[in-house]
């Protein structure tokens, strides 16, 4: 079977840095993905590592350590629309399943 | 290009009810998924269609959700008879046969009552 964690909520002020983390435990790891839900939105793909390291795409960055099976989501120079969900998510390589399993999502609120 | 679109946006039904989601993928993905999400908890995996077959159904909940995807282009998830427990927002998303990530619709707001 296949878990993740990640906390709950967040908050942060606008401009700031916030690191979303995600551990995970899985039977076949194959990558850990990141997406964005806004209230009443769409889940929408941010990023995603098959290798440890930090994978920058402008203000977000993501990050994975397979040794330590966690990896973590870091938002710069935070603006009011990124308040939102963020789940992390893993697909079961032994299976080769190419189902998504997600977290239980991060709220983020950013504060002006 | 346009995205993955669901019908209806919501439903309300009552208890013992039908109703069937609609879901239309990006032209030329292969690859159709439906997820759940029930209130303040995680999206969770229902089932996976590669063109017209069912890859992966494992997460169905019970015989009470029917998925077809009749010519491996729009899909439609059936629920007979609804339960309270059903409600919820159903989510399709679709994916090449390259890539990783998954392109999800706006989702369907399914209430029960």
């Known amino acids: 079977g296949q878990s993740l964690e990640q906390p709950s909520e967040v908050t942060a002020v606008e401009g700031a840095i916030v690191q979303i983390n995600c551990t995970y435990q899985?039977?076949?790891?194959?990558?850990l993905s990141w997406y964005q839900q806004h209230d009443g939105g769409a889940p929408t793909f941010l990023s995603y590592n098959a290798l440890d390291g930090l994978e920058e795409t402008g203000r977000f960055s993501s990050f994975l350590s397979r040794s330590d099976s966690y990896g973590y989501l870091l938002l710069q120079e935070l603006q009011m629309k990124d308040s939102a969900s963020y789940f992390c998510?893993?697909?079961?390589?032994?299976?080769?399943?190419?189902?998504?399993?997600f977290g239980s999502g991060t709220r983020l609120q950013v504060q002006p | 290009e346009a995205g993955v679109t669901q019908f209806p946006s919501h439903s309300v039904i009552e208890k013992g009810q039908t109703v069937t989601l609609r879901c239309d993928p990006i032209s030329g993905h292969d690859n159709l998924y439906w997820y759940r999400r029930v209130m303040g908890k995680e999206i969770k995996f229902l089932l996976h269609?590669?063109?017209?077959?069912?890859?992966?159904e494992s997460g169905m909940p019970n015989n009470r959700f029917l998925a077809e995807r009749t010519g491996g282009t729009y899909s439609t998830l059936k629920v007979q008879p609804a339960e309270l427990e059903d409600s919820g927002v159903y989510f399709c998303a679709s994916s090449s046969n390259t890539g990783h990530e998954q392109y999800f619709g706006p989702g369907t707001r399914l209430t029960v009552t």
């Open positions: 269609f590669v063109k017209e077959s069912k890859q992966d």
């Open positions: 899985t039977s076949g790891f194959y990558g």
């Open positions: 998510a893993v697909q079961d390589r032994d299976t080769g399943r190419r189902a998504l399993t």
